[in-house]
Structure formats: structure tokens, C-alpha cells
């Protein structure tokens, strides 16, 4: 547990240590393993950025940091059974493989809705033979949440001014769940801390703030192209109500930021009682 059940008691949350005992609490985020996680708006249940393979199955990433390890680093918390029971639709932000793998290809039924941010990701999934691949508008309803798709950047504008490490880099989109009467959830994904990251957050005010602050790192650049321990501070400083869920470590190759380095952030900076750092398999009720 990276809290304390009394500190998440004090901050309006269960983990799923005590959860069964808990009745009304009916939002919930579960962090599965790097950005992989389950969403749950009462009966509805979404599914954001599979990686499902077992550990060590993919090459490290090329040109990136400790990239003679394999992905994931580490197994999955349970089974893929358990992952994917209840899923009622699958949200892919992009495609890349920590995010959208082979062994989600193969494990995700393909009936499954499938929610992706452009024609060029819905394609690549409906040649795998997915047969309900729906593009994200601006605003969607599913299951009676609201999804508002959002806008980042994976990596510094230096990096997108270099015409290949763009194309690497590609789009991404980010989310923001809604429904009448629970808290609002932005999920910024594969992004750096940009002014439209801000925006979003003086927009919705979301009352939970999902961050990559994993760092991840590629050869010949000294910053990320996803956020880092001082974001959430940023988003703290911004949305200082709000409850910070930090993922995206401990479970790729070229991550820089663990969760013992962030745990040590947030002494460090006094943020004990905004900044949560699930473990795989944790789950958060609101």
C-alpha cells in the first residue's frame, strides 16, 4: 500500500483492502500496471491503455534509457481474466506498445468497443479484427459517463521540431470522465506539463488528476517526454482540492522516476495528502 488506510480514510478514499466495507462509494480507479487501468462509474466499467503481455516479452525501447531491458519489467498483479472482467469498453489514448500491445490484440474480445483518438489508430485495430473501433469525439456518452477527450504533448517542443522523433512521438489524446453526482477524473496520459494540460484542469476542475510521472527518457535529451515528480506539484499548486494519482512507473524500461523516488518527493514537498501512488492491483474508491 503506498498510504496508509488512514490517510486515505482522511482524504475521502478506500483502498481495495478495506473497500468491501464501504457502501456508496461507486467511482473508483484501479491502477493495473504502467498506464494500464480500470475506471469504474457505477456500473460502468472502462478499460484505458492495455499492456497485457507478461513480463520480459517485448525489446526495450530503442534510443531510450536502460533500454537493454525487456517490457514490461514486471508481471502483471493478477491474471488477464481479472483485468478484463466486467470491462464494458476499451480507451486507448495511442498505440504505442506500452499502451496498446499485441497480447491486448489477441486477449480483448472483439466485439469489445473500442474507443481510439484518429483514423489512424482505428484502422490499425480494425485490421486486427475489431468490429467496433469508435474515434473519441469531443465529448462522448458511454454508459452514462461523459468523455471529453483533451489535448497533449509526449515530449518537449524540441523534440517535435525534429521531423523523425516527431513521428515517433506521435499524438496522443488525453480524458476527462464525467457523470452527475461522482467526481470528475482527468486522465492527462502520455503528455509534458503543457498550457494545455492547465487548461484542462481550469476547465473541468477535475476532483482526481491521473499523471505519467514515470519520466521516461530518450538518448540525447535531459527531459522527459512524459511528466515527473515536480508535476505534481504543478497540478497540486493548481488544483489544490484535488486528489493526484501518479502511475507510469516501475514497469518500462525507460522510465526514470520509481515510486520510492516520488514517495520521497512528496515528504520532501509536504504533499502526503494530495499525491496518491497506487500500487498494481490497488484500487481507489472516491
Known amino acids: ?7 486515505l480514510s ?5 483502498s481495495n483492502a478495506d473497500a468491501a466495507g464501504v457502501s456508496g462509494a ?11 487501468a480500470k475506471i469504474t462509474y457505477g456500473e460502468t466499467v472502462l478499460l484505458v491503455d492495455p499492456m497485457l503481455a507478461s513480463k520480459g516479452a517485448y525489446p526495450g525501447f530503442p534510443e531510450t534509457y536502460r533500454n537493454e531491458l525487456r517490457n514490461p519489467t514486471v508481471e ?24 496498446w ?22 484502422k490499425l485495430l480494425r485490421d486486427k479484427g475489431f468490429k467496433d473501433v469508435r474515434i473519441l469525439r469531443p465529448r462522448e456518452i458511454f454508459g452514462g459517463v461523459a468523455i471529453s477527450r483533451t489535448v497533449t504533448q509526449h515530449g518537449s517542443d524540441s523534440m517535435y521540431a525534429i521531423e523523425s522523433l516527431a513521428k515517433r512521438l506521435g499524438s496522443v489524446m488525453g480524458l476527462v470522465f464525467e457523470k452527475a453526482g461522482s467526481p470528475t477524473i482527468y486522465l492527462a496520459a502520455d503528455t509534458v506539463w503543457t ?13 482526481v488528476i491521473v499523471l505519467n510521472t514515470g519520466d521516461a527518457r530518450i ?18 499548486t493548481l488544483a489544490p482540492n484535488a486528489k493526484i494519482v501518479s502511475v507510469h512507473m516501475d514497469a518500462v524500461n525507460h522510465a526514470t522516476v520509481s515510486r520510492a523516488d516520488l514517495r520521497q518527493y512528496v515528504i520532501e514537498n509536504s504533499l502526503q495528502g494530495s499525491v496518491l501512488i497506487p500500487e498494481d492491483g490497488e484500487t481507489l474508491k472516491f
Open 1 to 7: 500500500m503506498s498510504l496508509t488506510l488512514g490517510t
Open 10 to 14: 482522511a482524504l475521502g478514499l478506500q
Open 26 to 36: 461507486t467511482t473508483s480507479f484501479q491502477q493495473i500496471r504502467n498506464a494500464t
Open 76 to 99: 502483471l498483479p493478477f491474471d488477464t481474466g481479472q483485468v478484463l472482467k466486467g470491462v464494458d469498453a476499451v480507451l486507448v489514448t495511442h498505440t504505442h506498445l506500452d499502451h
Open 101 to 122: 500491445d499485441p497480447a491486448a490484440e489477441s486477449l480483448i474480445p472483439k466485439q469489445m468497443p473500442v474507443f481510439v483518438q484518429n483514423e489512424v489508430d482505428a
Open 195 to 207: 498550457n494545455e494540460v492547465q487548461d484542462t484542469i481550469n476547465r473541468y476542475k477535475p476532483d
Open 219 to 236: 538518448t540525447g535529451f535531459d527531459t522527459g517526454i512524459i511528466m515527473s515528480s515536480g508535476d505534481t506539484l504543478r497540478a497540486h
